[in-house]
C-alpha cells in the first residue's frame, strides 16, 4: 500500500494572511504525522497563534508522544500561554506504522470524515471543543486500521461555512462520498479530492472565501513500483520586481 497526502488551503478574502497553519512530522517509530490548526479569528494574529499550536504539537510527536496526549498538552500550553483568552481548533492526524492505524485527533466544531467505501463512510462528529478556554479539553479520537481505500478527509470552518449566506452550504459528507467513487481507482486519490473540496467552498463564496480555508486528505493507495518516498509543494508569491 501506499500512502497519499495531499492538503489544499487559502486565506480569506481581502485578508493578507491565513490563520490556518498546516505542519507535518515523521514519527519516530516510523509513520507521518499532520498537524492542522486554525487560530481565533482571521489574519495575522490568527496565524501567531496557529503557529504556536502547530509547533508545540510537532515538537510533541517528534519526541514519541501519543496523539491524543500531545493534544492535551498543546491546550495545556495554550491555554496557559495565553490566559485562557484565545482559542484554536486543532486536528492531528497521523498514519502509525508502529501500530498500523490511522488515528484522528480532533479539537473542532467541523467534523472529520473517514470514507471507506463508496457510500460507507465514518463522520466523527462528536463535541469536541477548540483548545485554549476551557480547563481539561480533551480532543476526540478515532484510530483505524490501515486499510486500502480508507481515506480521511479534515478540514476548517472556512469549508463548512462556505455559501451560508447564500443560502447553499456544502454537503460536505455527501461531496466526499461522491469525489471519492471517482477518484478511489485512480492512481492519484487525495490531490483530487483536496481540490475539489477546496474548489467548490471557494465557488459558494462567489471566489471571496469569508474566511480561512484548509482541507486535508490522507488516502490509502495501491502500492507503487519503487520504494521512493516523495513529497511536491505548490506555493504562491506576489511578482517579484527586478531591480
Known sequence: MQIQVAAAKIGKYATSESGDTLEMIERPQGGLSFVLADGQRSGRAAKTISNLVTSKAIALL????????????????????????VSATLNIVSVDMASKTLVLSRNSHCPAIIQTAPGE????????????????????????????????????????CAGENNGGAIDVPAFVD????????????????????????????????????????????HNQSD?????SVSFPVPPILRP
Open 227 to 231: 520504494e521512493i518516498r516523495r513529497l
Open 121 to 160: 463512510q465514518i463522520i466523527l462528529n462528536d463535541p469536541a471543543p477548540p483548545i485554549g478556554v476551557h480547563a481539561r479539553t480533551k480532543p476526540q479520537i478515532a484510530e483505524l486500521p490501515v486499510a486500502y481505500g480508507m481515506v480521511a478527509v479534515v478540514f476548517t470552518d472556512g469549508v463548512q
Open 178 to 221: 461522491e469525489l471519492y467513487a471517482r477518484s478511489i481507482d485512480q492512481p492519484d486519490i487525495a490531490r483530487p479530492i483536496a481540490d475539489a473540496l477546496l474548489a467548490e467552498a471557494l465557488h459558494r463564496d462567489d471566489n471571496r472565501p469569508k474566511d480561512d480555508i484548509s482541507v486535508l486528505v490522507v488516502a490509502v493507495a
Open 62 to 85: 517528534s519526541e514519541g508522544v501519543r496523539d491524543g496526549a500531545a493534544a492535551r498538552a498543546t491546550h495545556d500550553y495554550l491555554y496557559t500561554q495565553r490566559g485562557g483568552k
